[in-house]
C-alpha cells in the first residue's frame, strides 16, 4: 500500500542553523501539507501546497518557514534559522483529492 | 474559529471491554470527519473518515458516528486489545478544495490492560 515517508526520522541542530525536512509523498497525490506536534500539545496546521504553490499557511509559517516541490516527488520544508521553540514533531501529508489525508511517520526536530 | 475537544484526556480499561472516546467540534458545517491513531513518538494512522452526510462507519472493531448539528462524534471501539493503547486524535477540515486542512483535537490516550 502506498505510504507516505519521510526523512529523517529524527534531526539535531543547533539555534540559528537551518535544517531541511524531506518528505516523498503519495505519487498520485495533489495536495501536500505539512503539520506539526510540540510535545504534549495538539497536531497544528503550518501550510498547504497545491499546483507548485503554497495555497494557504497558518500564523506559525513566518519568513523563516518555506516548502518547495524541487521534482515530481519530493516535497521540502525549510526553516532558515532554527529556534528552540521550533523542536517538534514535523508530519506531512497528502491528499489525492478525496478527503482522506494520509500522513508520514513525522520527523522529530530537536534544537539545541 | 472551529474547536476540536476530546473527553476523556485519558482512559483506562480492561482487555475485552467495548469503549467509546468522543470529539466535538465547535462549526457544525463540515465536510467530513477523521479519526486517527498516533502510537507514540509515531506518525498519525487514518482509521476512519465520516462523511458530512454519513451516521456511521465501520472497519472491523471500530465504528465512528457523526451528528453534526451537535457538533459530536463518537468512535466506538469493540473487544478492546491491549494493542489498541494508543492516542486516539479526530479532526474537521476548514475549507475545501486546495485550502482543506485539518484541525485537530488533543487526543484521548487509551491504555489497554491485558
Known amino acids: 500500500e502506498p505510504e507516505v515517508t519521510q526523512t529523517p526520522s529524527h534531526q539535531v541542530t543547533q539555534m540559528g542553523q537551518e535544517v531541511i525536512l524531506r518528505c516523498v509523498p503519495i505519487s498520485n497525490h495533489l495536495y501536500f501539507y505539512w503539520y506539526r506536534q510540540i510535545l504534549g500539545q495538539k497536531v497544528e496546521f503550518l501550510v498547504s501546497?497545491?499546483?507548485?504553490?503554497?495555497?494557504?499557511k497558518s500564523e506559525i509559517f513566518d519568513d523563516q518557514f518555506s516548502v518547495e516541490r524541487p521534482d515530481g516527488s519530493n516535497f521540502t520544508l525549510k526553516i532558515r534559522s532554527t529556534k528552540l521553540e521550533d523542536s517538534a514533531m514535523y508530519f506531512c501529508a497528502s491528499r489525492k483529492g478525496a478527503d482522506t489525508q494520509y500522513f508520514g511517520p513525522g520527523t522529530r526536530l530537536t534544537v539545541l | 474559529k472551529q474547536e476540536v475537544t476530546q473527553i476523556p484526556a485519558a482512559l483506562s480499561v480492561p482487555e475485552g471491554e467495548n469503549l467509546v472516546l468522543n470529539c466535538s467540534f465547535t462549526?457544525?458545517?463540515?465536510?467530513?470527519l477523521q479519526w486517527f491513531r498516533q502510537d507514540p513518538g509515531k506518525g498519525l494512522t487514518s482509521l476512519l473518515l465520516i462523511q458530512s452526510s454519513q451516521r456511521e462507519q465501520t472497519s472491523g472493531r471500530l465504528n465512528a458516528s457523526l451528528d453534526k448539528s451537535s457538533g459530536r462524534s463518537t468512535l466506538y471501539i469493540a473487544a478492546s486489545q491491549p494493542g489498541d493503547s494508543a492516542t486516539y486524535l479526530c479532526?474537521?477540515?476548514?475549507?475545501?478544495?486546495?485550502?482543506?486542512?485539518?484541525?485537530f483535537g488533543k487526543g484521548t490516550l487509551l491504555t489497554v490492560n491485558p
Open positions: 479532526a474537521v477540515p476548514l475549507g475545501g478544495g486546495s485550502n482543506y486542512k485539518l484541525t
Open positions: 501546497f497545491y499546483n507548485n504553490e503554497i495555497s494557504e
Open positions: 462549526d457544525s458545517a463540515i465536510y467530513n
